[in-house]
């Protein structure tokens, strides 16, 4: 009897998870207070060994099983080429976050309780407002260190739902506090609207960190993709403005280049979830003229990166933006920066969030958590 009730209750726990899943995939966004959310995905599964059902990619032979596992996952989702569609239709295809919590639910693989509270905000930025996700740890001491995280998707898709993974573990192995900042998308709000709207987001935490227990003293950022462009613009800007430069700073593959010759474009021309036509199409949509690709503040090779903080680049080895973000590292260590690049074979752009399944996630953000633990005092 009681082996039937253990029985009972895994089913139980299976059904509601995999309605937690599509709940989660059908509900509208909004920005209510968001208390009650569960999208911690750090868990570990030692147990469970995904094995892809077919061979590897063309485009990508050194790819990792569990990441391949993935990358099969999305390809079954039906979604169609984003450089084919419209920026709103583009913005409604299934994400790899998609994916992840598609192989987790095919794996009866457990969403753990989160270990941060998180919270929706309106704050005000020039011309209007946008939203922020704040993530608090439920222990420790007050006030606690901020990370401003930015979300990637080519400055055209994506939010802060999408990469909730990526914020929630920066919350919960750094012990800080992490406001994950949405910000203006093209090709309705052009360049430079997100990058404008990233660096009001972080004068807003300085000046207001102590209304959510944050220490304004104690801040970095982090950022993924367009995120991470946005979080090395959001020093640069800080230091011209003479405002508190961040501590530190945690770029996972950026957007740091205009060169789509480079070696990593070439070779990973068709890779998944991040190709060369998507780039193209990014491009058309965010900037004016394909000219402005090689403003400073999208290629950052080209800035005047004297005065940044200590920061890590995390590269993808599957990804055509692979190139420019060790030609950053090269440039941000000319320009005396104490900088720290690793490279994670194997693995896809997006793959930094994807801890629960895919193990080089798991060390990555273990990495940058620790680099960001020393630079906070943590």
Not at 39 to 54: C, M, N, Q, W, Y
Not at 154 to 170: K, N, T
Not at 285 to 297: G, I, K, T, V
Request: charged share 20%.
């Amino acid at each position: 009897m009681k082996k039937q009730f253990h029985q009972l209750t895994k089913v139980a726990i299976s059904v509601a998870l995999t309605l937690f899943f599509i709940s989660c995939d059908k509900k509208e966004k909004s920005d209510t207070p968001e208390e009650k959310m569960n999208d911690s995905i750090v868990a570990e599964h030692a147990d469970t060994k995904l094995k892809p059902a077919g061979p590897a990619p063309e485009w990508g032979t050194s790819i990792k099983p569990e990441m391949q596992v993935v990358i099969e996952k999305l390809a079954t989702l039906g979604g169609k080429p984003i450089e084919t569609l419209d920026a709103k239709e583009a913005r409604k295809q299934p994400t790899p976050t998609d994916a992840v919590k598609a192989v987790m639910a095919d794996n009866n693989m457990t969403m753990p309780v989160p270990l941060c509270d998180t919270i929706g905000k309106q704050i005000p930025i020039t011309g209007g407002t946008t939203h922020v996700r704040i993530y608090t740890p439920k222990e420790g001491a007050s006030p606690k260190p901020v990370i401003v995280y930015y979300h990637g998707g080519g400055y055209v898709i994506a939010d802060i739902e999408v990469y909730s993974a990526s914020a929630q573990a920066l919350c919960e192995q750094t012990g800080a506090i992490v406001v994950s900042v949405e910000y203006p998308k093209g090709p309705e709000k052009k360049f430079p609207a997100a990058h404008n709207a990233a660096f009001d987001a972080y004068s807003w935490v300085v000046k207001n960190a102590a209304s959510f227990q944050g220490d304004p003293k104690r801040i970095a950022v982090a950022g993924e993709s367009a995120g991470g462009n946005l979080a090395a613009n959001v020093c640069l800007m800080a230091r011209d403005k003479k405002i508190m430069v961040p501590l530190y700073a945690v770029l996972v593959y950026p957007v740091a280049n205009n060169d789509m010759n480079s070696e990593s474009y070439v070779k990973y021309a068709a890779a998944k979830p991040l190709n060369k036509p998507m780039m193209s199409w990014f491009v058309k949509n965010y900037l004016a003229s394909e000219a402005q690709a090689a403003d400073p503040r999208i290629s950052l090779v080209k800035a005047n990166l004297a005065g940044m903080p200590k920061t890590l680049i995390i590269g993808a080895e599957i990804d055509p933006l692979q190139s420019e973000g060790k030609l950053l590292s090269d440039k941000l260590k000319e320009a005396k920066v104490d900088t720290e690049y690793k490279l994670y074979n194997g693995v896809t752009h997006e793959f930094f969030g994807m801890a629960a399944v895919v193990p080089e996630a798991k060390d990555a953000q273990a990495l940058a958590s620790k680099n960001l633990k020393t630079a906070l005092g943590l």
